[in-house]
């Protein structure tokens, strides 16, 4: 596996909330996400613990069962596994979210390629 990697040459996902890009190793993975406004991630939890670190733009957020938080340019959440959350976009936002293990719920194919791509 490679050590070194540059944000510029890892592939993009599109997703219906805007862009991706990932980076997954055996126990941890990241993502670079660009999020659209107005979009809304629906109440979900996952086993795995995540840290969202809110590069730029606004959203609110819900966590557990504490009332919604707005949070801006700066924020950084810890999201203890299995723990119910849910956010909406204020603005277009830039994130770099942290996920250990890895969610190979949402990109199985990162068990055997670093960006989450599926063998061509």
Same mark, same amino acid.
């Given at each position: 596996?490679?050590?070194? @990697?540059?944000?510029?040459? &890892? ?13 997954? %190793? ?11 406004? %107005?979009? @809304? &991630?629906?109440? @979900?939890? @996952? ?16 966590i557990g069962d504490?009332?919604?938080?707005? +949070?801006?340019? %700066? ?10 959350h849910e956010a909406?976009?204020?603005?277009? +936002? ?17 068990a055997g390629n ?7």
């Amino acid at each position: 596996m490679r050590a070194f @990697h540059r944000l510029d040459e &890892i592939p993009v996902h599109r997703i219906p909330e805007g862009t991706l890009q990932l980076l997954s %190793g055996a126990q941890s993975m990241v993502f670079w996400l660009e999020v659209d406004a %107005g979009s @809304h &991630i629906a109440r @979900h939890s @996952h086993p795995n613990e995540q840290i969202t670190w809110l590069l730029d733009g606004r959203l609110d957020i819900q966590i557990g069962d504490d009332p919604a938080r707005s +949070c801006g340019p %700066g924020s950084v959440l810890l999201i203890p596994g299995s723990t119910p959350h849910e956010a909406w976009y204020r603005e277009k +936002c830039r994130i770099v979210e942290f996920f250990s293990p890895p969610r190979l719920d949402l990109f199985p194919a990162a068990a055997g390629n670093p960006y989450g791509l599926p063998e061509a």
